[in-house]
């Protein structure tokens, strides 16, 4: 079983609709993050967070740490949102190491 | 300044070369990492260099060698690479260095070297 698993895995709205991506995980960690990465390579981090909720601008994340669970926002979507949405985690006995998800690739239709 | 930027963009070279990805940072992070990516799999990582040493090599071949510099630069050495080699080979730098409590820090990465070995 994988320490963490992405949902949806693909992912197609039209330009305006309200994006949820929901990212869980089982072991204990440290830190949580969300990355985006458009096609052809680069990876911006979106967020880093360990508890309650962070917002910036259209995005969202929010963490449960309880439920091991955590979910990226999207309001008001975008076709420039179009990319790859990464969870990744530093668990608590590697701290170095991030545990990537499989990713969600998101489509924002115009 | 918030970036970390890598060249060269692509790289197609033969088994037989010898060739360096490069890059640089200059928001003073201590920590730079290298990663390789294979295509719709996520990022995993090879090397770590915290203030300027290797602190962290995940068991990567010899035919990848790393070198740091100074503070802003880490390179990555290729020689006699394998066709399997080819991938997204992608910097990161944080501004905290890994450490056994010290954990979290956001990492900041570059656009990525896309290397094709034929």
């Known amino acids: 079983k994988n320490e963490v698993e992405q949902s949806p895995q693909n992912l197609t709205a039209q330009e305006g609709e309200f994006i949820t991506i929901n990212c869980s995980y089982s072991?204990?960690?440290?830190?949580l993050h969300w990355l985006q990465q458009h096609p052809g390579g680069g990876i911006v981090s979106l967020f880093m967070?360990?508890?309650?909720?962070k917002k910036h601008g259209r995005l969202i994340a929010t963490i449960n740490i309880q439920e091991k669970h955590s979910s990226l926002h999207i309001t008001a979507s975008h076709p420039r949102d179009s990319a790859v949405y990464i969870c990744a985690f530093q668990s608590m006995d590697s701290n170095y190491q991030l545990i990537w998800g499989a990713g969600t690739k998101l489509i924002i239709k115009p | 300044d918030t970036e970390v930027t890598q060249t060269p963009k692509h790289l197609v070279m033969g088994m037989t070369n010898k060739k360096s990805l490069k890059c640089e940072q200059h928001?003073?992070?201590?920590?730079m990492y290298w990663y390789k990516q294979k295509a719709k799999k996520p990022p995993e990582l090879m090397f770590v260099?915290?203030?300027?040493?290797?602190?962290i090599n995940e068991s990567v071949p010899s035919r990848f060698s790393p070198e740091c510099p100074n503070s802003s630069l880490l390179n990555l050495h290729l020689h006699a690479l394998q066709p399997e080699d080819s991938a997204l080979y992608l910097c990161?730098?944080?501004?905290?260095?890994?450490?056994?409590?010290?954990?979290?820090?956001?990492?900041?990465f570059g656009p990525g070297t896309r290397l094709t070995v034929l």
């Open positions: 072991v204990g960690i440290s830190a």
């Open positions: 928001m003073g992070h201590r920590a």
């Open positions: 260099y915290s203030y300027e040493k290797l602190s």
């Open positions: 967070l360990s508890s309650g909720k």
């Open positions: 990161a730098s944080s501004r905290r260095v890994p450490t056994g409590t010290m954990s979290t820090d956001t990492q900041y």
